[in-house]
């Protein structure tokens, strides 16, 4: 197909060479059998192109879904501890502590959480230091664990953060 597009004839290898092979008599007879045959690759293209383009924005999209847990308010998570100083070796030290309750959303992926048991520790993170809280055996010490996560599965609203507010910031580039 690239060939042809290129040359506007099928190759001719040495293995396909015959001698009577449809070769035009004229130039009239080569434009009437080059110019159906050239719109059925040139759509055959275009339909090619448009399958990629659409896989490649599925594939796009299901890459960013798969990364950002969407975390309702008063859901549970653990939080990502990269240095925590103990006598474990790196192998068997905690990667993650909590568990952890959304109480409050500044954006799409920027969140304060809060402690269950220790209400004091309240910090803000990004959607990429939090996975979502599973129920274990190992957490049974916790009162009312099926309290813990809310039924709810809708936003109630996106606080908005003087903080996260990237547009105050643009305008005050004197650091």
Do not use: W
């Amino acid at each position: 197909m690239a060939f042809f597009l290129e040359h506007g004839r099928d190759i001719r290898l040495s293995y396909t060479y015959e001698k009577n092979y449809d070769t035009p008599q004229n130039k009239y007879e080569y434009v009437e059998k080059l110019l159906p045959s050239l719109e059925q690759i040139f759509n055959k293209v275009l339909k090619n192109l448009k399958e990629l383009e659409a896989s490649h924005v599925d594939h796009s999209t299901r890459a960013t879904k798969q990364h950002h847990y969407d975390y309702k308010i008063g859901s549970l998570c653990f939080i990502k501890t990269p240095n925590i100083k103990s006598n474990l070796s790196p192998k068997l030290r905690p990667k993650f502590e909590g568990p952890y309750r959304v109480i409050e959303r500044f954006s799409n992926v920027n969140y304060r959480v809060q402690h269950v048991e220790q209400l004091r520790k309240r910090f803000n993170l990004h959607v990429n230091r939090m996975i979502p809280f599973n129920k274990r055996f190992s957490y049974l010490h916790l009162n009312n664990l099926d309290d813990l996560q809310p039924n709810e599965t809708e936003v109630k609203s996106i606080v908005p953060s003087p903080r996260y507010n990237l547009r105050a910031r643009a305008g005050n580039s004197a650091y």
